[in-house]
């Protein structure tokens, strides 16, 4: 085994394609005599070894090649990093490469250590990677192996497999380096921009109290000065009015130290540091980012983070849309005239859209929790499945549209009772209501023939089958929790992974509520309105003559219709998004009127299921959908029915037709279907 | 061109060899054959002495399947090879059209000259009912081309 842990004092020596570029400037800083932390390299090497000894280059080539990546969703690219991520946290590191390691971590004096990543190629003008690679700070001596391994696992993060993609790099051949360093617990830390990204005219710094990850990862506001590039009495003016956190004297040592860099690397830079007790310590320095990538905002990551959009979704958000679906479902307006009708639907319209926007700035990045969740399970029980953490997530039927199901079948048993009979009042009324409470607008996209003799078949179907809800794995839960370092973090994590699940279905169900009511009132307002009649506002005039698009549908929009050709699938490649097996007769669902006719086990192929559509799932004994991903709504009603599923399967309603006898193995995503054949 | 298209033309324009399954005493009997392939890719050609077991197993049963395939033997054949199964029947070229399918057959395999044109040799042509290929380690579509 050659060499591959080396000081970071010796950096500036060896080759980037062996330190990384992060590394390498490190070297330099020091071989300039700039005071950085003490640490050490793990080479590429290592990285190498470790790769070919567990036979990982082909296991990734593999997963990378699931599919074309241009066809891929984000959501699916996330899910193949998430299994890249688990094969290389799953891999035993080489026994000679772990007692190096152990011989050189004796030698640190502290156990809080910083582990970051270092790239070949990255932090250079062309090719930035800001972000995309894993760093860890305040990590003991004991965790190092561990924090490695995922260091080395962010080559393949999403951002980094987009960045990579987008750029035309080699997805598969890559290598990382990663530094150890001692952690300097500063009093004040920043980033000192000696150019500002937006002009070439100023410079910038921004400082926090303590350490800089605060700052970096965007939880804590900074301060900032900003000053006239090189102009030291502009810097002198504006720090006595702007911060409070640097001295004149550090001000001056960094302005000092910027203008030697810049003249050492010949670049603009941007230099992140920490002052010590007066002596200022060079974390990481790397060429300027330009203005596109500094704008570049991460979405919440951090249980912190993730935690705070927790308590504004369900302190704020939830019980706003509630309350305003509500009240706009109490407000009669059939008696209103035209011109107050319009003034309605113009408010609705507003708020609606508002509601919109937040669902897309705050419900989905919300969804970040389950995979923060998988992540840490992952990385405590190193599952075979990367996807076992789901079972965790469900917690017995919690989601809003499995109870909506669970009152249908209770309801479809009751009638069944009485089927040969008079129905009761009571429950005549009831199934009137549960009806109408399925029943979508005809302008949300769908044509409305939920008539009461096609509900009360439904139901029919539905008394025949029974509840086949996943109960959640609670000897699982007790494993990894025990298993966990800290489990009381580990509850944290858990607790926000099944609040994002819940809310990734729910959340469809809250904004459908308000839509519904948003098209009612659009319908009898075109009522009411002359055929010629012109609205001042182009949406809703747009609305008025062609019918209202819903937001629901357009985000699961209908499958393009079917394109003749005259090759035949037989086998078809998708995500396995639900573990199990099944054959049965395919049934098309292109639109809402489909899901009546679904039959008893016949396995439903879609373009994408919203959760609005999932009352029939207790009758389907598979799911095929076009739109990609292990946590997509299909896949999520999958799981808590115990269906096998497949998604992501390209142009699904067109290469498979209803009657079609199909194989759905949820455990390789592999669709298959029977025709006859020679 | 269709995605299958894509695939199934360079692995019939640029292999130069296919596997040839026929049937002998109930079993499959496979043989490594050089192959060339007809304009509209609805033939494929390959040149077999009358004395060989494959060329006896023909007579008797016509019925064959040959695979092409663009493996080369790294683990990246596991998502970047294709690979087609031409499932059809074969029979002797009819002599009116033996010069032009040997002229085409040996510009792709100049070296069989001596043995293609050897007295014992017979042009054999499969007509292909159905092409199923497989690329991305499982994907698998069929196409049925009209003869």
């Known amino acids: 085994m050659s060499k591959s842990v080396y000081p970071l004092k010796n950096a500036a020596k060896l080759s980037e394609r062996k330190t990384g570029a992060k590394a390498r400037n490190l070297g330099i800083l020091h071989k300039n005599t700039f005071a950085i932390p003490r640490g050490s390299i793990i080479t590429t090497d290592a990285f190498q070894q470790f790769i070919n000894r567990n036979g990982l280059q082909q296991r990734i080539g593999m997963e990378l090649n699931r599919k074309a990546f241009h066809d891929m969703r984000l959501e699916e690219i996330q899910d193949c990093s998430i299994r890249i991520r688990n094969m290389i946290t799953a891999s035993p590191l080489p026994a000679a490469f772990l007692k190096t390691l152990e011989e050189e971590l004796n030698q640190f004096n502290t156990d809080r250590l910083a582990i970051r990543s270092s790239a070949p190629g990255e932090d250079t003008e062309q090719t930035s990677f800001a972000g995309t690679h894993d760093s860890f700070i305040d990590i003991p001596k004991h965790r190092v192996p561990e924090k490695i391994k995922q260091v080395w696992a ?38 000192f921009f000696t150019t500002s990204p937006v002009n070439n005219y100023e410079s910038i710094v921004e400082v926090v109290s303590g350490l800089n990850e605060q ?42 130290t910027g203008t030697k860099l810049e003249s050492i690397f010949g670049k603009h830079l941007d230099i992140e540091f920490t002052f010590s007790q007066d002596t200022l310590f060079l974390l990481q320095v790397r060429p300027a ?36 679906a509500e009240q706009w479902k109490n407000k009669n307006l059939d008696h209103l005239s035209a011109e107050a009708l319009l003034e309605i639907l113009r408010n609705r319209c507003n708020t609606f859209l508002e509601f919109r926007n937040i669902y897309t700035t705050d419900f989905i990045p919300f969804s970040e929790g389950m995979r923060l969740f998988g992540n840490l399970y992952n990385d405590t029980m190193h599952p075979d499945d990367p996807y076992e953490f789901i079972n965790l997530l469900s917690k017995n039927g919690n989601l809003l549209s499995i109870k909506r199901n669970k009152k249908l079948m209770l309801l479809a048993k009751n009638y069944k009772k009485h089927t040969n009979s008079t129905i009761p009042q009571a429950l005549e009324q009831q199934l009137q209501e549960a009806c109408q409470q399925l029943t979508p607008s005809e302008y949300l996209g769908f044509s409305n023939h939920l008539t009461f003799d096609n509900f009360l078949n439904l139901l029919k179907k539905l008394a025949d089958t029974e509840d086949q809800t996943a109960t959640s794995k609670s000897t699982l839960q007790e494993t990894f929790l025990k298993t966990s370092p800290d489990p009381k973090i580990a509850e944290q994590y858990l607790a926000i992974g099944r609040e994002s699940y819940r809310l990734r279905d729910d959340d469809d169900l809250y904004i459908g509520a308000l839509e519904k009511q948003l098209a009612a009132c659009l319908e009898i307002l075109r009522k009411k309105l002359p055929d010629n009649f012109t609205c001042p506002d182009s949406k809703i005039n747009e609305w008025l003559q062609n019918g209202y698009t819903s937001f629901i549908t357009q985000k699961t929009s209908a499958p393009p219709p079917p394109t003749a050709s005259s090759t035949k699938a037989r086998q078809i490649k ?60 299909g896949a999520i009603i999958a799981r808590e029915y115990k269906l096998p599923c497949v998604t992501g399967i390209p142009e699904a309603c067109n290469r498979i037709h209803t009657g079609d006898t199909v194989s759905v193995d949820g455990w390789t995503g592999i669709v298959t279907i029977h025709r006859p054949t020679l | 061109m269709t995605e299958f298209h894509a695939h199934l033309s ?138």
């Open chain 2, 10 to 147: 360079p692995l019939l324009q640029n292999q130069k060899l296919g596997v040839l399954a026929t049937v002998r005493h109930g079993y499959p009997y496979t043989s490594l054959v050089a192959f060339s392939v007809s304009d509209d890719t609805k033939k494929l050609y390959f040149a077999t002495l009358s004395t060989t077991r494959k060329y006896e197993n023909l007579k008797k049963q016509p019925q064959a399947n040959m695979l092409i395939d663009s493996r080369s033997h790294q683990s990246s054949d596991f998502f970047q090879a294709a690979a087609v199964s031409a499932v059809g029947t074969v029979s002797e070229c009819s002599t009116d059209q033996l010069h032009k399918l040997t002229e085409s057959f040996l510009k792709k395999h100049p070296a069989l000259k001596d043995f293609v044109t050897a007295d014992t040799c017979v042009m054999m042509c499969l007509k292909v009912e159905k092409y199923i290929l497989v690329h991305n380690f499982q994907e698998v579509t069929e196409w049925a081309p009209r003869q």
């Open chain 1, 215 to 256: 700052l970096v990862d965007g939880s804590t506001p900074p301060q900032r000065l900003i000053w006239e590039k090189g102009n030291k009495q502009d810097l002198e003016k504006s720090c006595c009015t702007h911060t409070n956190l640097l001295s004149p004297q550090q001000l001056n040592t960094l302005f000092n």
């Open chain 1, 574 to 633: 998708g995500q396995p998004s639900g573990p199990g097996k099944t054959t049965g007769k395919a049934r098309i669902i292109r639109n809402y009127d489909e899901l009546f006719k679904l039959e008893k086990n016949e396995i439903i192929v879609c373009d994408a299921i919203d959760p609005n559509m999932t009352f029939v799932m207790p009758l389907a004994s598979g799911i095929i959908e076009r739109r990609g991903g292990m946590l997509v709504h």
């Open chain 1, 154 to 191: 962010s080559l393949w993060s999403k951002s980094a497999l987009v960045y990579r993609h987008k750029t035309g790099l080699d997805m598969l051949n890559n290598h990382m380096a990663v530094i150890i360093q001692e952690l300097i617990a500063g009093e004040t830390s920043g980033v």
């Open chain 1, 289 to 324: 980012a330009t203005a596109e990538q500094s704008k570049k905002q991460s979405p919440p990551h951090t249980l912190k983070q993730l935690q705070s959009l927790h308590i504004k979704i369900t302190e704020k958000h939830l019980p706003l849309f509630r309350q305003t």
